[in-house]
Every structure is written in structure tokens, then in C-alpha cells.
């Protein structure tokens, strides 16, 4: 597994995709937080946070990490070097995760420049280091996890099918639903005393839960949660492809 995470890992970074969505996801987050005269502009703010970038980051991720993952198996299936795959001495789980491990590991790699702008604010407030340290820790924590299950959904739309464009798509979609479907379905007020329920069953209440600054357990849970239930998934799809295989 560590074999074919290092070879994600390689592939992303010599390819124009690895690095552009490193690049992309900076040069967005560093103009408005810094250049563009908008409400995202920390400077516009009179005091010193991070509220914009954790405003910003997610809805960035959101058409980013399906642009890394849609490649992960569409293409591998596309030019026929899945099969190869199957051939080495790993199982359908390892498969999955080294792939998903290299997701994350691009999404770190994207965040740890970013805090430049922690240390800027920290060294910006007056007087210094009046910042609320634990919120910004909270809210990495809550961004970190809600891009890893970003991945998670985008590695399950790469692997049922073989259109790189296609699988872009579904993850966009899919990972849009999870992120504020339920809270645009709980702002309908359909379905009385279940409509918390709906809203929690979202990630973007966990999120903001988060980004408080309280690290709770049950948030912690739900992206976890959801990760293990879309990296199963398509585990499944490995396995049902593989069986179709045997079959023939």
C-alpha cells in the first residue's frame, strides 16, 4: 500500500494537476483574504481572525479535490492499467486507501501554507497574539476532516465510471449535497421536529460545530462516519468489477 501511496503521491505532484490545485486553492484564499476589497478581506474586518478563510476554503475544496480524484480510477480505468492493478500482491482495501491516503496527503500539503495567514494575524492583533487560537485550531480540525471526506466521496464517483468529466461532476454534486443540501432542506421547515435531525445528518452544522473551537467527539464521528461509508463503497465497486471479471 505505502508502494502505490508514494506512486499517488508522485503522480500528482509531477503532473500539472497536483500542482495547480496546491497553487489555485492559495491564490484564491491569498486575494481575497488579502488583496481583493471584498467581505472576505481581512484587513476590512478593524480585528484579527480567520473567519474568512474557513468561509472561503470549503466552497474552494469543493470543485478542487474532484478535479484531483477524478483521475484516481476513471483513468486507470480508461486506459486499461486497472487490471494491472488487480495483478499486484495488494488487496482491494489497500488499493483504496493508498489512493485515498494520497488525497488527504495533497490536501494537507495545501493547508500547511496557510498558516502564513495564522502567524500574520497572530503578529497583526493588538495587541499581539490577541487572536482566538483555539477557534483557528478548531476550524483547521473541521476543514481538515470535511476535505478528507471530500476525497473519500470524490475516490467512490472515480470509481463508478470511467469518464474523468463525468466523475468531476458527481463529486461536485455529491459533495455539494453533503455539504449544504440538508441545510437548505432543514431551512424549509418540511418536515417539523425531524428537521434538526436533517440538519445534522449534514456536514456543514458539524463544521460550524467545529470552528467554535469545541472539538466534539460526535463531530468527529460524523466525518469519519461518512469516510469509512463512501471508501466501503468503493471498495465494493473494486470488488463487484473484479468478480465480473472472474466471471467471464
Not at 480567520?50 to 474532484?66: N, R
Not at 489512493?99 to 494537507?108: C, E, P, Q, R, T
Not at 418536515?191 to 467527539?217: A, E, N
Amino acid at each position: 500500500m505505502y508502494a502505490l501511496f508514494k506512486k499517488e503521491i508522485s503522480n500528482f505532484l509531477n503532473s500539472l494537476i497536483g500542482i495547480m490545485v496546491i497553487v489555485i486553492f492559495l491564490l484564491i484564499t491569498g486575494l481575497f483574504l488579502w488583496v481583493f476589497q471584498s467581505d472576505f478581506n481581512i484587513m476590512s474586518f478593524g480585528y484579527a481572525n480567520l473567519d474568512s478563510l474557513f468561509i472561503l476554503a470549503p466552497w474552494v475544496f469543493l470543485f478542487l479535490v474532484p478535479a484531483v480524484t477524478m483521475r484516481s480510477f476513471a483513468e486507470e480505468k480508461r486506459t486499461g492499467t486497472m487490471e494491472m492493478l488487480f495483478t499486484k500482491p495488494l488487496s482491494d482495501w489497500q488499493i483504496v486507501l493508498g489512493k485515498y491516503f494520497a488525497g488527504v496527503a495533497l490536501v494537507i500539503l495545501a493547508l500547511i501554507p496557510t498558516f502564513i495567514y495564522f502567524f500574520s494575524v497572530y503578529h497583526l492583533s493588538q495587541p499581539v497574539g490577541n487572536v482566538d487560537i483555539g477557534g483557528i485550531w478548531g476550524s483547521y480540525i473541521g476543514l481538515f476532516f470535511l476535505s478528507a471526506t471530500f476525497v473519500s466521496v470524490g475516490l467512490f464517483c472515480s470509481s463508478i465510471t470511467n469518464n474523468q468529466i463525468l466523475a468531476f461532476l458527481l463529486s461536485v454534486f455529491l459533495c455539494g449535497f453533503l455539504y449544504i443540501g440538508f441545510d437548505m432542506i432543514y431551512s424549509m421547515a418540511l418536515f417539523g421536529k425531524v428537521d434538526l435531525f436533517i440538519q445534522h445528518l449534514g456536514m456543514s452544522s458539524h463544521y460550524s460545530s467545529l470552528s467554535r473551537g469545541v472539538v466534539d467527539t460526535r463531530d468527529i464521528l460524523y466525518f469519519i462516519s461518512v469516510i469509512v461509508l463512501f471508501l466501503s463503497s468503493t471498495k465494493l465497486v473494486l470488488s463487484s468489477r473484479k468478480w465480473s471479471k472472474e466471471e467471464r
